[in-house]
């Protein structure tokens, strides 16, 4: 006779949901700073990239510090204005139910980033450690590498290894290349695209939050690229004739209702037998990175190559201990499952631009804007265990990530510095 | 404990419908294809993955057979589970095997035998002056 098994504690479940998706923001931005501070030392950092986001103002290093906080605000206008009018677009189309059509275009910006993003970048590691590889190897592992990156976010059943991975190298590889930006323009940037999440989640007629009202009340995926983090099933999961659903998306539920629609079953759109979640607090809200890929300096006419890339902003859901005894009691039949925290791309890649940007200065600023990142992915998990509504990932951390920057480049700096010299403190 | 786990894998092809009925009544442990266990493909569902990845992988896409092999890892190793897809499987890890051991070969050959061998062909073929020849690094 089988014993009841000890159910799960909140460490070992909450505590593994929110470690399962750590772990990718922390591998992204690790590896974020690796090419930085290996590609970024060799160039100047003069060369400028002419992209979406510095059309207004490029900037140079002589001008003066009212100049270059113009410009950069600027661009980052620009840049938000941008973004906005994609988001609605893609609304629109969602609205109109071109669905096929948004998961073709990101499969072709997964194409683009994967194949000529990761060429390039592989090309300059070759070039930087002058790796004796042929060309032949070289475009064989490379056009391997994207048609199966590609095939990865295309399909839901993937590997669940793979396609994690391969959205940890997407959101790289974008965040890299935001790190060629001017230093005024990216931090601009990126307080700009917190203040407009911000507004898109929270705001009536924002974008996003139309996009999740849409998507709830169809009761259908939102084709994005969304990194979801294995969802944490119960040790002792045996006969379980359910394939349990992998949804990007689900709809949200609120307190009571939550354990009777644990046994409802229903059908949807990605192809599985039955569907039953168990889903707390889900909240997606989008938005569209779009960057443009030109050529400045060889005076050839621009070579846009839109990539637009949606991404689902905090869509997370924390286990509730209730539902979560619900669901061992329900182990015996087999039915529950369990969700799973999600989290946007483009918070990926605007996470590790911030720290990517910070290993361009120092080490320093690097771990402290770290910590400032993960404490604010802590605090917004906590917000959002609070409010239980739809709240965007980028607000908290970014901005703690860009005060942080300051204080340590300003203060702390110093003050390090003068201990080290002065052998206090290494 | 052969023969219920048979008539499940039956019961799983003919009529994934009834598959439920008959675990709850005979308590038998389902096998998952596989590797991401039950979040993953259910064995029906499977045969259309494996073979088509088996298929694509002939457009000198190897790396699908590799995909292929790690993501039916269980039907790998479990030698007698699975008798429809186990053939798919099995042939994508050889594939895999030969097309990396040629390409490794090739690799290696090129890079320990460098100028000596090749001769001048060699600063042709290598990749960091392909890339210089054709301005492949201006992009960004």
């Known amino acids: 006779m089988a014993q009841n098994p000890k159910p799960r504690s909140i460490i070992e479940s909450l505590g593994e949901e929110i470690v399962r998706i750590i772990t990718p923001v922390s591998i992204c931005m690790f590896s974020v700073v690796i090419l930085v501070s290996i590609l970024n030392n060799s160039e100047s950092s003069s060369a400028s990239i002419t992209s979406v986001a510095t059309i207004a103002y490029s900037e140079d290093s002589s001008d003066s510090f009212w100049d270059k906080f113009e410009g950069a605000l600027l661009n980052s206008l620009v840049f938000v204005a941008v973004v906005t009018v994609v988001t609605f677009i893609l609304v629109l189309l969602f609205y109109l139910r071109c669905t096929s059509f948004l998961k073709y275009y990101m499969g072709f910006s997964a194409f683009l980033v994967l194949g000529f993003m990761g060429g390039e970048i592989g090309l300059f590691l070759n070039q930087y450690f002058s790796v004796p590889v042929d060309c032949v190897t070289f475009l064989l592992v490379l056009f391997n590498f994207t048609v199966v990156g590609v095939l990865a976010v295309f399909m839901s059943k993937m590997a669940i290894f793979v396609t994690q991975g391969y959205l940890v190298v997407i959101g790289m590889l974008v ?252 | 404990m052969e023969r219920p786990r048979e008539v499940e894998v039956e019961n799983n092809n003919n009529n994934p419908s009834s598959s439920a009925s008959a675990l709850i009544g005979g308590g038998v442990r389902q096998q998952w294809p596989t590797i991401d266990g039950p979040l993953g493909l259910s064995e029906s569902d499977s045969l259309w993955y494996a073979r088509n990845f088996f298929i694509f992988g002939f457009f000198l896409l190897p790396l699908l057979w590799g995909v292929n092999c790690y993501l039916f890892w269980p039907v790998l190793r479990r030698s007698t589970s699975f008798p429809h897809l186990r053939p798919y499987i099995v042939r994508s890890a050889i594939a895999f095997s030969v097309f990396t051991a040629i390409l490794g070969s090739w690799a290696i050959t090129f890079i320990v035998g460098g100028e000596r061998l090749f001769g001048h062909t060699w600063d042709e073929l290598v990749m960091y002056n392909v890339a210089d020849k054709y301005g492949l690094t201006g992009w960004i």
């Not at chain 1, 839109?306 to 991404?311: C, G, K, M, S, W």
Request: a negative charge.
């Open chain 1, 175 to 426: 965040a890299y290349w935001f790190t060629l930006l001017p230093e005024w323009t990216t931090w601009m940037l990126l307080v700009a695209m917190s203040l407009y999440d911000l507004a898109a989640v929270l705001l009536p007629g924002g974008p996003l939050r139309l996009l999740v009202e849409l998507a709830m009340a169809r009761d259908e995926d939102i084709p994005a690229l969304v990194y979801e983090a294995r969802p944490v099933l119960a040790s002792d999961l045996s006969p379980r004739e359910n394939v349990i659903p992998r949804r990007l998306w689900r709809e949200p539920r609120s307190g009571d209702s939550t354990l009777n629609e644990n046994m409802t079953t229903r059908s949807n759109v990605v192809p599985n037998v039955n569907a039953v979640s168990r889903l707390e607090s889900s909240q997606t809200v989008g938005s569209i990175v779009n960057a443009e890929e030109g050529q400045g300096s060889r005076g050839i006419s621009e070579l846009t190559a839109p990539l637009i890339e949606h991404r689902i902003n905090v869509q997370m859901h924390l286990a509730q201990q209730a539902v979560e005894t619900e669901n061992l009691v329900l182990e015996g039949i087999g039915l529950g499952s369990s969700g799973a925290i999600k989290l946007g791309l483009g918070d990926f890649i605007f996470y590790s631009v911030l720290v990517g940007r910070a290993a361009m200065y120092d080490f320093m600023t690097v771990y402290a804007c770290y910590l400032a990142i993960i404490a604010g992915l802590g605090i917004t998990l906590v917000l959002l265990a609070f409010y239980q509504k739809a709240l965007p990932a980028l607000p908290v951390s970014v901005l703690l990530g860009v005060l942080f920057y300051l204080l340590t480049r300003l203060l702390l700096e110093v003050f390090v510095v003068q201990c080290s010299v002065n052998l206090i403190m290494f």
